[in-house]
């Protein structure tokens, strides 16, 4: 069966860093791109970053500079790595795997910025 794992989420103050591991079973990473959203309550899920077969990478313009996405195809992982975190960036983060014909969608894990 399909599975994304999301992890690495936790509570962290504001100016603080956290990196958020995506672990793929059931299909082959590099054939995907893989992306980021984030949904909080209240407010529209949001596409965070993507990163295509080739390595070519998107930001939403909240996060550029901030943030992170990489692959690592050997361990069937993505990776968001996010730093100088702001409350505004509190939201359940959710990893997903898409090609033309496929969509998987992992849980989420929560990220809380907050003093």
Same mark, same amino acid.
């Given at each position: ?11 962290? #103050?504001?100016? @603080?860093?956290? &990196?958020?591991?995506? +672990?793929?079973? *059931?299909?082959?990473?590099?054939? !995907? ?5 984030? #949904?909080?309550? @209240?407010?529209? &899920?949001?596409?965070? +970053?993507?990163? *295509?077969?080739?390595?070519?990478? !998107? ?11 990489? &692959? ?44």
């Amino acid at each position: 069966q399909v599975q994304l794992v999301e992890s690495g989420g936790g509570w962290v #103050q504001p100016g @603080g860093s956290l &990196r958020l591991p995506c +672990a793929a079973s *059931g299909i082959i990473l590099s054939r !995907y791109t893989m992306n980021w959203y984030r #949904q909080a309550p @209240g407010k529209q &899920r949001e596409l965070v +970053a993507r990163i *295509g077969r080739t390595g070519n990478t !998107y930001y939403t313009g909240a996060v550029k500079g901030r943030c992170t996405i990489s &692959r690592d195809n050997a361990k069937n992982t993505v990776f968001l790595q996010m730093n100088s975190l702001k409350p505004e960036d509190t939201a359940v983060y959710l990893c997903t795997a898409q090609s033309l014909a496929e969509n998987y969608w992992g849980q989420g894990t929560q990220v809380t910025v907050s003093s």
